[in-house]
């Protein structure tokens, strides 16, 4: 414990996770500093639409130490809700002392204190980690510019948690050909990013009386289209472009339940194999992989006997099993396909697209013209470069390209062994990207509290090649973010075990293998 006396310890960001790791660090003696570039605590949340529900059933992105208010009845609240669950979190665990509000993180380095590391990689053994925490001989070095009192100064550190998360800050913008650009387009053309960043009567304004196309077929471009219908009916109705359909479900409590029991227990997990089973799980996975193949047809059944994909050319070719591992299954905004009957909104299939002077140009034809008044990208963030951006070194930025799939490499989803005394959290995605992010920072605040030693650098590197493999075969060609929503009691059992705690956390065997894991279980962890 000498050696935790006296660190400081630096948070990246106040979302979510940054909260979480406040809290943990806080409550076991440390004393955080959070650098927030936003006003106020919340994360994506403080920048969203309205009308956007929460995906994830209330009961899974729920802190494990501070439930809902019962005030909240809803199964999946409204982001006002959301964003006050937040909020009421931070006060709560009196974490807003800890926060430095409208400071950006400009540039962060690790400074070396002995001549053993070059450019913060320890060249002696080809590792930054000595398998303790701060066992590292160098500090970092974290240039923190603040907008409102225009200053920029330098902190030093011990240890660095990178809470940024995977979405905003830099939006992923479509390339065109000569000619197809927006520049051609005589309408206006905004970015989801941009339009989250308008109070709630600019985003009516915006879309009101418009012809508007939503280009991007995830959760955020089916919430713009639901917000458009919403606004304009069918008298100017929404157009949604898309490549390809994905698996999609109705916003119920009985498609929550359901998947949960299906796609959420330790038995649905024995149906197939993970990274670093034994023989026996690698048997039983086999065996038992007819029996998940049929899991999954039977769902994609009722889900086409539910709804209407193929009426309005919906239905995915994928596996639905490929796209809940890779999480690229959807929940549907209410009545969508209500809207869709009544002709609020359309959607177009198209492999490729480009602007022209009053609209779109879909496919290689360019006769097939959509007229348009707004154009509005849900494409997505570049969520790697704004990670690479944070750091100062190119050495760094090289190690956190990933693998070739573009993946951050990271060991239990945390730690890159070549980066010293730095952790990130939030980059991999889970049935509840909060329920994942907890696990994390209690996997992590319990090796910085010296409850355990790092494995070597080539153990780690060889158990991020497992999972990475797991995750490539399972995501398939979509294998653009890391993603463990499947097998997420198994990961959540590696880091249960690291720490000393048991995994198996419920009463008996049967709730053991047939209930779902939730964050409720870890609440005594």
Known sequence: MARMEGKKIAIVGAGISGLIACKYLKTKGFDPIVFEM????????LRTLDSTLLQTPKLAFQFSDFPWPASVTNSRPTHGEVLEYIQSYAKHFQLLQYIEFNSKVVGMDFVKNSESQENGVISCNGTAWSGEAFGSSGSWHITVHNAQQRCTKVHIVDFVIVCTGRYGDIPKMPTFEAGKGPEVFKG???????LYSMDHNQVDDLISGKKTVVVGFQKSAFDIAAKCASING???????ICREPKWHCPQTFGWSLA???LYGT???ELLDHKPGESLIHGILATLLSPLRWGVSKMVEICLQWQLPMKKYDMLPKENLFHQIASCHFLSLPENFYGCL???SIVIKKSSGWGFCEHGLTLGSNEDAKLEADLVILATGYESNQKLKDLFDSPLHQQLLSGFESGIVPLYRECIQPQIPEMAIIGYTEGVSNLFTSEMEIRWLVCFLSGGFRLPSSEEMEEDMKKWDDYKRKHSGYKYKKSSIAAIHIWYNDMLCKDMGCIPKRKKNWLSELFLPYGPADYSNL
């Open 266 to 268: 330790r038995f649905s």
């Open 259 to 261: 998947l949960a029991f």
């Open 38 to 45: 936003k006003d106020n605590v919340g994360g994506v949340w």
């Open 341 to 343: 009957e009544e002709g």
């Open 188 to 194: 206006k053309v905004v970015h989801a990013m941009e």
């Open 234 to 240: 069918k008298e100017f109705p929404c157009t949604m």
